[in-house]
């Protein structure tokens, strides 16, 4: 008989976000010949009698827990997750022997710490694919398992980390939709989701992607990436979110599946949102995309001066922002310029310059969220701790905790008191700009319990959280 596997969701932040990880782990477990079932926590209300009831009729050789957010990374609200991660494995620890294992794309930001929080033992960092079934099958036989790569497990007071070992995707069959209640999500989430690539060669100085995903993009097959999307359009689900750290890096890639999607003749039956680097950009893109559906994009942009942009690490200057814009407006395509203000050399001035330049380039909409979260293992962790000690530097709020476990947050002391009000006194209202706070409803981009969102995909809107926001603003 079959091994058997329990994936657990303890995500419940709402709107709903799919746990991708778990369909493509499934997957992966499945084609090493595990039975595989799924805990999802995400729509439950008493996460203990949902443990006890599965438990009173299955019994599992190991559980693989995903968590996909350590916290809402908002300065405003803080909100942690790993508390609550530690009351289910306290919970699961004393109904069941079963091997308890994490992984996620939060997990993977700080690893060590997670583990030693919940007093745990295993968890695998990075990609789990290839080293979860790897794991099991050795706990499975017996083995020692010690040499997994990506393993994270204690020895004696401390923790070992294996290096991972990242996979060939286009070697990776497409991975079957069928473990998650994927269309559940798609009507209390709003969109359907799907990777097509790995990775970001990209230095950006507070950016935790690369920790988890690696710095070599690694691409998948245009056929087996729309293979899925016709795999969850049978399933009724039309509006994806592509879920790359940037979806037009390299451009050539994203180009091929757009072609696919259009040969396929799928590009009038989906509609789909992305996160985009502004350059590269162009207008032969920005119309490719568009004929495959497109119907939105989020550029992270974080800046509009070229001081600050230089600070953080980006490799675009605001003329790039400007030409970007250009194209969108040309081309009518909907999109998001997402700000990271208040990070290293930020001042009043560079803020200002920021919104005003925002204002002119008019993108549909405006994310600024201010407050940078500092992810240990970042090039702004390191740069923090050489400013001298944590508890003394007067740009960190939050947690003062050298590990950066808790959220801890920078916001650069130039800025003087009062900066969040004077973000909103530059704002002034402009209902084009999206704030991370949960003061004004129908402005606030904090996807943690967004009434706003939810009540709007109950009563039909699809798509992207901040386009849904868009609509309801604009009556469409
Ligand atoms: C796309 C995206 C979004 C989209 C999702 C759209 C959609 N339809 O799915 C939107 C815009 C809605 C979004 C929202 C948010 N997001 Co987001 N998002 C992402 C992004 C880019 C991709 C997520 C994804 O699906 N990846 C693909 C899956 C397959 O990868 P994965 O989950 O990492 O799983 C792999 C491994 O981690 C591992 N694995 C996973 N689980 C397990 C379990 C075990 C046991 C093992 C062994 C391995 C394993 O194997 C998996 C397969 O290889 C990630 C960054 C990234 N590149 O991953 C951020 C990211 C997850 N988001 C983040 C955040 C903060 C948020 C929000 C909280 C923001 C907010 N305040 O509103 C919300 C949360 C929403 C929610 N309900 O959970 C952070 C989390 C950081 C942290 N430390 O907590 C990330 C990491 C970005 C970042 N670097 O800051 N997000
Ligand atoms: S912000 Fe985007 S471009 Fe920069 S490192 Fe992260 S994923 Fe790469």
């Known amino acids: 008989m079959a091994e058997k596997v329990l994936l657990i969701n303890p995500n419940q932040m709402k709107p709903a976000v799919t746990p991708l990880a778990l369909d493509y782990l499934a997957s992966a477990l499945g084609e090493s010949g595990f039975e595989v079932e799924l805990l999802d926590l995400c729509f439950s209300e008493d996460f203990a009698r949902e443990i006890v009831r599965y438990f009173a009729s299955n019994s599992v050789l190991a559980i693989a827990i995903t968590l996909r957010n350590t916290d809402d990374t908002c300065f405003a609200t803080r909100d942690f997750f790993v508390p609550r991660l530690k009351e289910i494995t306290d919970y699961l620890k004393a109904q069941t022997y079963a091997t308890l294992i994490l992984g996620g794309s939060g997990f993977s930001i700080m690893p060590e710490a997670i583990l030693d929080y919940c007093g745990l033992d295993l968890g695998i960092w990075g990609e789990g694919e290839y080293s979860l079934p790897l794991l099991i099958g050795k706990i499975?036989?017996?083995?020692?398992?010690?040499?997994?790569?990506?393993?994270?497990?204690?020895?004696?007071?401390?923790?070992q980390r294996?290096?991972?070992r990242y996979l060939d995707l286009k070697k990776m069959p497409a991975p079957e939709r069928n473990a998650v209640d994927n269309r559940r999500y798609f009507s209390e989430?709003?969109?359907?989701?799907?990777?097509?690539?790995?990775?970001?060669?990209?230095?950006?100085?507070?950016?935790?992607?690369?920790?988890?995903?690696?710095?070599?993009?690694?691409?998948?097959?245009?056929?087996?990436v729309v293979d899925e999307i016709e795999a969850l359009l049978e399933m009724g689900i039309d509006y994806f979110h592509f879920c790359d750290s940037e979806f037009n890096l390299p451009p050539a890639h994203a180009r091929e599946i757009c072609r696919e999607i259009i040969r396929r003749g799928l590009g009038?039956?989906?509609?789909?949102?992305?996160y985009c680097s502004?350059?590269?950009?162009?207008?032969e893109i920005a119309i490719l995309f568009q004929k495959a559906g497109c119907a939105g994009i989020n550029f992270g942009v974080d800046s509009a001066?070229?001081?600050?942009?230089?600070?953080l690490g980006r490799d675009f200057i605001v003329e790039d922002l400007e030409r970007t814009a250009q194209i969108c407006h040309r081309q009518g395509i909907v999109f998001m310029y997402d700000l990271l203000l208040g990070g290293p050399g930020e001042t009043r001035d560079s803020l200002r310059e920021t919104i005003e330049t925002m204002k002119r380039l008019s993108p549909s909409?405006?994310?600024?969220?201010?407050?940078?979260?500092?992810?240990?293992?970042?090039?702004?962790?390191?740069?923090?701790?050489?400013?001298?000690?944590?508890?003394?530097?007067?740009?960190?709020?939050?947690?003062?905790?050298?590990?950066?476990f808790a959220p801890a947050f920078y916001l650069s002391s130039a800025l003087g008191e009062g900066a969040s009000q004077y973000l909103a006194?530059?704002?002034?209202?402009?209902e084009r700009f999206f704030v991370m706070s949960g003061e004004s409803a129908d402005q606030n981009y904090n996807y943690n319990d967004n009434t706003l969102l939810m009540n709007a995909i109950r009563d039909g809107y699809r798509g992207a959280f901040w386009d849904i926001l868009r609509r309801l603003a604009e009556g469409g």
Not at 145 to 152: A, E, I, R, S, T
């Open 365 to 404: 909409r405006v994310g600024a969220s201010l407050g940078v979260r500092i992810f240990p293992g970042t090039r702004l962790a390191a740069m923090v701790r050489k400013q001298g000690p944590i508890g003394q530097n007067p740009d960190l709020h939050g947690a003062m905790d050298e590990r950066f």
């Open 305 to 311: 001066t070229n001081e600050m942009l230089h600070t």
């Open 140 to 159: 499975a036989a017996g083995e020692d398992y010690n040499d997994v790569p990506g393993l994270v497990y204690r020895v004696e007071k401390s923790f």
């Open 189 to 224: 989430g709003g969109m359907g989701s799907i990777e097509t690539k790995r990775g970001c060669p990209k230095r950006c100085i507070y950016c935790a992607d690369p920790l988890g995903k690696g710095r070599r993009v690694r691409l998948r097959s245009p056929s087996s």
């Open 268 to 274: 009038t039956r989906i509609k789909w949102y992305a």
């Open 425 to 430: 006194e530059l704002i002034s209202g402009d």
């Open 162 to 164: 294996n290096p991972p």
């Open 278 to 283: 502004p350059t590269p950009f162009s207008d």
